[in-house]
């Protein structure tokens, strides 16, 4: 393995223990440098190569960011998300999703399954709330990447922007998650549904939990009770 590519692990790997999800920005390169103990050519080497692969987005003036560069218009996402409620969230959400699952049963490769396991595995280890919803966000867009189709992995990402932006005040009781917290369990059931290539069962197992997370956080909305069917 050359200097680079060792240099591209190290990163990937700084990423995952920072907890960084999909569009969260990464530290500026000076302090990436220190870090890791490289000089700035040689970052921005392994930076260059990231990107041609769809790992990280760079905008001169703003700094690096996880995941593929978006194709969002920010300003209709700012718009987006003072139009519309979190039951529209959930509601669209159970309608992209559990597609999305099916989809990468059928098309997801192994390197696709290995972060999904991946993200799956650290949701179980985080050692609070805030790490735990990095990587329930990185495991959900990890099955969105693997579904293969670039016009959902949009409206994904579009939703997930929204969904991200929004204030859901839903209260912590503990620091991080109980070890039988259900979604873990959730998790595991779509994970092995799409390895096993159940496209059927993996849509099911998402809208299960899909339906379980909004169970918890939408009981006392004024809207119409998600529909079950």
């Not at 040689?42 to 700094?63: D, F, M, N, P, S």
Request: charged share 25%.
């Amino acid at each position: 393995m050359s200097k680079t590519e060792l240099l591209v692990q190290r990163i990937r790997q700084m990423i995952a223990s920072d907890g960084h999800g999909h569009n969260d920005k990464l530290p500026p390169e000076r302090e990436m440098c220190t870090r890791l103990d490289v000089t700035r050519n040689q970052l921005r080497g392994a930076l260059a190569l990231l990107e041609a692969r769809g790992l990280i987005w760079r905008h001169v003036g703003r700094g690096t960011f996880v995941g593929e560069r978006p194709v969002l218009n920010l300003e209709d996402v700012s718009y987006l998300r003072d139009q519309v409620t979190p039951q529209h969230v959930a509601s669209v959400r159970l309608a992209i999703e559990p597609e999305l699952a099916r989809l990468a049963a059928m098309h997801g490769t192994p390197t696709d399954l290995e972060e999904i396991r991946t993200c799956a595995a650290r949701c179980c280890e985080a050692p609070d709330w805030r790490s735990y919803e990095a990587w329930d966000n990185k495991l959900h867009f990890a099955i969105a990447r693997a579904a293969k189709n670039k016009l959902f992995l949009y409206y994904f990402e579009t939703l997930n922007v929204v969904r991200r932006a929004m204030v859901w005040g839903q209260p912590r009781k503990t620091l991080k998650p109980e070890e039988n917290y259900s979604s873990f369990l959730e998790h595991n059931q779509i994970v092995e549904a799409i390895e096993a290539n159940n496209r059927d069962v993996a849509a099911q197992c998402m809208r299960q939990h899909l339906h379980s997370v909004y169970e918890r956080i939408l009981p006392s909305m004024d809207e119409a009770p998600l529909d079950k069917t």
